[in-house]
C-alpha cells in the first residue's frame, strides 16, 4: 500500500506541475503581448506564433535529454574501452564482426524477424475476420486482446509454467509436459531443447502481439467499402475468394504498417529472453547481448556498440513504417 501512495502521489505532482507551467507559461506570454491596447492585432499574432512552442518546449528538451544526448554518447562510448576512458578507435567494431556470441545474437534476430511478425498478423487478421462474423465477438475480442495488457516480463513468467520441466519421476506441474505425460510421451526441458526453444521464446510474443494485430485489421476490415463485396458476391465468389482477392489486397497497406510494427518490437526484444533463458541455450538476442555486456561484462564501449547496431537497424524499417502510415491516413 506504500508503494501505491507513493506512486499515486508522484503521478498526482506530475500533473499539478504540468497544469502549473502551462497555466504560468499563458499567463506570462498574455502579460508580455496583452491582447488590448493599440497593438493589440500584432500581439495576438506573436502571441499565438510563440504559444505552440510553450507547450512543445518541455517535451522537445525532454527529448533532447533522453533521445538525442544518449545516441551522442553511444557513439562516443563505442569508439572507448571498457570504461569509457580509453580511447580505441573503431577496435569495437572489429571486435563485433568476428565474435561468435554476436554471430548467434544476429542470427536468433533474424530467425525472430521472419517468423513472429508474419505468425502475429496472421493469425491478427485471421481473428479480426472471424471475431466480426459472430454474436459474441467483442467478448473474443476482449480476451485476445487481453495478453497486451501483460507486462512481457509478467507473460514470461505465465509460460515458464507452461514450459515447466520437474525432471524424470517427478510429478510435472508444467502444462505441456502435463500434456505430453498424458500422451506417454517423456516430459522435455523445452527450454533447453537447441534451436526449437527460440520458436517456444518466440510464441510468447506472438501471443501477446496477436491482439495488437488483430485490432488494428479488423478497424481496417470494416473500413471496406461494401460495394466492392457486393459486387464480388454477385459474381459469384466463395467467401475465401472475397477475403483473400476482395478485403486483404485492400487493407495491404495496414497489414504492412502492422508487420513492420511487430519487426521494430521484435529487433528490440529483451524481457522475454532474459526472463525465459537468460540468452542460454543459444538463444541469445541483440538487447540481450547488450545488457550482458553493459551490466555483467562491464564493458561500456561493446554494449554502445551493439546499441548502435540495433538503431541503425530500426530507423530505416521505423521511417518506412511511419510513411506507410501516412499514407493509410
Request: net charge neutral; proline share 4%.
Amino acid at each position: 500500500m506504500t508503494q501505491l501512495f507513493y506512486a499515486l502521489a508522484w503521478m498526482a505532482g506530475a500533473v499539478g506541475v504540468c497544469a502549473l507551467y502551462f497555466w504560468g507559461a499563458n499567463r506570462v506570454l498574455d502579460l508580455v503581448y496583452p491582447g488590448r491596447g493599440r497593438n493589440a492585432g500584432a500581439n495576438i499574432l506573436r502571441a499565438n506564433a510563440i504559444r505552440p512552442w510553450l507547450f512543445l518546449g518541455p517535451a522537445i528538451f525532454l527529448l533532447g535529454v533522453y533521445l538525442v544526448y544518449p545516441v551522442i554518447n553511444s557513439v562516443i562510448l563505442s569508439l572507448h574501452g571498457p570504461s569509457g576512458e580509453e580511447f580505441v578507435g573503431l577496435k569495437n567494431y572489429q571486435w563485433l564482426a568476428s565474435d561468435p556470441g554476436f554471430h548467434e545474437s544476429i542470427r536468433n534476430n533474424l530467425l525472430w524477424l521472419v517468423v513472429v511478425p508474419a505468425a502475429s498478423t496472421f493469425f491478427g487478421l485471421v481473428a479480426a475476420a472471424l471475431t466480426d462474423r459472430i454474436r459474441w465477438g467483442n467478448i473474443a475480442k476482449s480476451l485476445i486482446f487481453m495478453p497486451m495488457a501483460i507486462s512481457f516480463v509478467g507473460a514470461s513468467i505465465i509460460w515458464k509454467f507452461i514450459y515447466d520441466y520437474r525432471g524424470e519421476g517427478s510429478e510435472q506441474i508444467g502444462l505441456l509436459n502435463a500434456i505430453v505425460t498424458a500422451l506417454g510421451i517423456e516430459p522435455q526441458p523445452w527450454m533447453t531443447v537447441l534451436f526449437w526453444n527460440n520458436f517456444f521464446l518466440m510464441m510468447i510474443l506472438i501471443w501477446i502481439q496477436t491482439g495488437f494485430a488483430m485490432v488494428i485489421l479488423s478497424a481496417a476490415l470494416r473500413g471496406i467499402p461494401e460495394e466492392t463485396v457486393e459486387a464480388a458476391i454477385l459474381d459469384g465468389a466463395s467467401p475465401l475468394q472475397i477475403f483473400f482477392k476482395i478485403k486483404v489486397p485492400q487493407i495491404w497497406g495496414t497489414i504492412a504498417v502492422v508487420w513492420t510494427t511487430i519487426t521494430i518490437l521484435v529487433l528490440k526484444v529483451f524481457d522475454i529472453v532474459l526472463a525465459m533463458t537468460n540468452g542460454q541455450w543459444g538463444t541469445q538476442v541483440l538487447a540481450n547481448y547488450m545488457f550482458d555486456w553493459m551490466f555483467r561484462g562491464l564493458d561500456f564501449g561493446r554494449a554502445s556498440t551493439i546499441a548502435l547496431v540495433i538503431m541503425f537497424t530500426v530507423i530505416p524499417i521505423m521511417i518506412w513504417n511511419i510513411r506507410e502510415a501516412r499514407k493509410e491516413a
